[in-house]
């Protein structure tokens, strides 16, 4: 997608992209083994993460970005999360959630190109 944006420079001279939760979380299975785990996997875990969530996005709209969109990767839980948090906070006029590159790669390869166009034409 960046490449059909025009290329890296393009893309990254105009967009800013971040984690809503900068740290990475796992927990442990059977049989030891760790498996990703989200800040929104357990209301416990979104609770206690939050202050550090708000902390790390109003450090981070101290670099100076325009506030008017914020880009969503994830329509699901995630992007309620942020859409609630704006709603409370009024980080950013506007979010628009947009399908997790993960989910597409994973679950609609096929469609990839039509994912890329969706993209492009929501990133205008």
């Known amino acids: 997608m960046i490449m059909a944006y025009g290329g890296v420079k393009k893309f990254y001279s105009r967009f800013y992209i971040n984690s809503i939760c900068p740290l990475g979380f796992v927990s442990l299975h059977a049989k030891g083994r760790q498996k990703n785990y989200n800040y929104y996997d357990s209301p416990e875990l979104t609770q206690s993460a939050k202050g550090f969530i708000i902390k790390s996005i109003k450090a981070q709209l101290q670099l100076g970005f325009r506030r008017d969109k914020c880009y969503c990767l994830g329509t699901g839980k995630n992007y309620k999360f ?20 993960r989910f597409i790669m994973q679950y609609r390869l096929k469609k990839k190109d039509e994912y890329i166009r969706k993209y492009l034409d929501l990133l205008k």
Request: proline share 10%; aromatic share 10%; net charge negative.
């Open 82 to 101: 942020l859409a609630e948090l704006n709603r409370e906070q009024k980080f950013f006029g506007e979010i628009i959630p947009l399908d997790h590159p």
